[in-house]
């Protein structure tokens, strides 16, 4: 549940916001991510109009209620301000009506001043509730960008996701998160992890305790996000269990309603697991540029099988 509150203590210093009236209101729910410029609604044509929005009034409003009369300004104004109302923002730092502020005062409406003009408000606070009202949820594993990829390693408790996060580190790869990975969907297509801020650049090891990969390795070497390109789940190995050794059946899987390729990558003593998410991500590279090693193996494969049938099938006839 996001407030007006949330918005005013987290954003309003940076957004140049003075609140004038209304402070009673803080308490109220934003529905919506979109705001609204009233525009044609302060001449009383209210179709289509919605109530739920943010609204911001610019210099064209703000000019075009100091023509109207006391009463009329109260009318027009008070048909747009309702109990859903979130909250009323004036930009350029301009002078609301004293109607606005009666309104506002009355209904316990947040009313904010901005020095910002009404463009960047519009543009701003729409991304920063775009991003509150994103999709979102959380999952257990470690996120790593490996030669500009994002990989999701995941995997049962001690099967090796840090340590094998830890040698792609020393290898010159870069930290997102360990242990708790925070999913977001934006613009609706693609998936971008982060990590808490509690937990920010550390790591747990077994037999070692937190570290702090900022300090170990540098500053390069982590980063606050990531896109999720592909999820790798460490296994431990089960001779029972048939594994892929083509790579011809792609597998994916479903986080927040994308799609995202999926790997099962079975560990045991002797298996460097780095260099195996290392060769997993330039193969995922390689599929993105339009080559597929198994796809084309298949082709070579299939090719041969025909030249052989057919000088198979002429040395039939020759027989005959």
């Known amino acids: 549940m996001y407030l007006v509150r949330h918005l005013y203590e987290q954003?309003?210093?940076?957004l140049g916001f003075e609140i004038i009236a209304g402070q009673q209101g803080l308490a109220r729910k934003i529905q919506r991510p979109e705001l609204q410029r009233p525009g044609l609604s302060l001449t009383g044509?209210?179709?289509?109009?919605?109530?739920?929005?943010?609204?911001?009034?610019?210099?064209?409003?703000?000019?075009y209620l100091r023509e109207l009369s006391s009463e009329m300004r109260e009318k027009r104004l008070g048909a747009i301000l309702t109990a859903t109302t979130p909250a009323v923002i004036i930009s350029r730092g301009l002078r609301p009506p004293k109607e606005l502020i009666a309104l506002c005062a009355k209904?316990?409406?947040p009313l904010f001043r901005s020095s910002a003009s009404t463009t960047q408000l519009l543009n701003?606070?729409?991304?920063?509730?775009?991003?509150?009202?994103?999709?979102?949820?959380?999952?257990?594993?470690?996120?790593?960008e490996v030669f500009g990829i994002g990989v999701l390693i995941q995997g049962e408790s001690s099967v090796g996701k840090s340590e094998a996060a830890l040698g792609l580190i020393e290898r010159g790869h870069r930290l997102i998160s360990d242990d708790v990975v925070r999913v977001k969907k934006r613009e609706g297509s693609?998936?971008?992890?982060?990590g808490p801020e509690l937990t920010r650049h550390l790591m747990e090891i077994r037999g070692i305790g937190i570290i702090n990969v900022a300090h170990l390795y540098g500053a390069v070497c982590v980063r606050p996000d990531k896109g999720i390109d592909i999820v790798v789940k460490l296994e431990e190995w089960?001779?029972?269990?048939?594994?892929?050794?083509?790579?011809?059946?792609?597998?994916?899987?479903?986080?927040?309603?994308?799609?995202?390729?999926?790997?099962?990558l079975p560990v045991k003593p002797g298996r460097?697991?780095?260099?195996?998410?290392?060769?997993?991500?330039l193969n995922h590279r390689l599929k993105d540029m339009g080559y597929n090693s198994a796809k084309e193996f298949n082709v070579k494969l299939l090719e041969t099988i025909a030249r052989r049938q057919k000088r198979k099938n002429i040395r039939e006839k020759t027989h005959k």
Not at 125 to 143: A, D, K, R, Y
């Open 238 to 264: 089960d001779d029972k269990h048939f594994y892929d050794r083509v790579g011809l059946d792609e597998k994916f899987i479903d986080i927040l309603g994308t799609s995202v390729p999926y790997h099962l």
């Open 124 to 144: 701003r606070i729409g991304f920063l509730l775009t991003e509150e009202f994103s999709p979102n949820l959380t999952l257990h594993g470690t996120l790593v």
């Open 45 to 63: 044509y209210l179709k289509g109009f919605v109530f739920s929005r943010i609204l911001v009034l610019g210099k064209q409003e703000v000019e």
């Open 11 to 14: 954003h309003g210093r940076d």
């Open 272 to 281: 460097d697991v780095v260099l195996l998410l290392e060769t997993i991500a």
């Open 190 to 194: 693609y998936l971008v992890g982060s």
């Open 107 to 109: 209904h316990q409406i």
